[in-house]
């Protein structure tokens, strides 16, 4: 029979859409520890839960779904109506396919017993981050960690299952809501970041092996903390700017973060005069970025030592957070006299 080669040469009459996340996620299942592929699917259903939460936000001004929820969560904190949207989103996708037996949200006091004893996976979440930044129109976001649970399948959620130090992640990743909605994650085999083709209903791989510069040009903290923040790190602010850094603060740690990511910087909340521990959540906001961060060349420290060595004694548990370019935060570790 004869045949011919397949001639990609079209011009410009059809360019390539690349990669699918799922395509992607089906062609690395091989680097997973386990590769049963029940990993694979709560990455599929996460990525899922997102688009739905991606179109939420794209058109809050038009529904009800801003404002204030009217009620405060376990930390204290007002909830928006779209906390609550997009943590019922995540955690009824992540109940469907029996893979994760437990969830623990930003949004909830306990942990979601999703009643799935044979399923294999922990995930911890913070549903929407910088809520504060929805009514305004500013980039939000998703963040994510997927643990191994420790104790046996089939038996009943154990505390040790969920308060995993943050180097027992096997994924992790986030969403950002930006003027593109991107998905980026890590198994721990670099870190991948994919853009949402809205009108296709897919993620395409758009930056691929992802490397935060070492050094960077950029700090950001919210400088109305500097008057009950330590001394030192208002040094290390001060040199940055000698050094002609720039200021750049959204207030949404995911789009803070993934700015600097690309661009090179480093991220500060520190602990305050009121705050002793920061701001930050270990379980929901800094071990998932830590993890990432570290896979893209970057670092992550509370000041004193590694996020993802800290053994976590509470879910809600906060810790100062500095992340970043690598020598940034090496640098502001020895400002602390570390
Ligand atoms: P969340 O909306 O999930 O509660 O997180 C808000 C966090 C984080 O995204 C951001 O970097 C930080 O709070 C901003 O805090 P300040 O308003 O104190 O600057
Ligand atoms: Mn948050
Ligand atoms: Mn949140």
Redesign the pocket.
Known sequence: MKTQPYKQDTGNLAYKVGVTLDRFIKSKQADFPYATGELSQILRDIALASKIVSREISRAGLSDVTGAFGQTNVQG?EQQKL?VVANVRFTRALTKGGEVCAVVS?EEDLVIDLHNSKGKYVVAI?P?????NVDVNVSIGTIFSIYRRLSPVGSPIQEKDVLQNGSGQVAAGYVLYGSSTMLVYTTGHGANGFTYERSLGEFFLSHPEMRMPEDGAIYTI?EG?TPHINTNILSYLEACKRRGASAR?I????A?FHRNLLKGGIYL?PATAQARQG??RLMY?ANALAFIAEQAGGAASDGRQRILDISPEGLHQRTPLFIGSKNMVKQLEEALGN
């Open positions: 904190e906390d930003e913070d929407l981050d910088g809520s504060s919210n903390l603060y207030g949404s740690l995911v803070d909340y701001k930050i906001e």
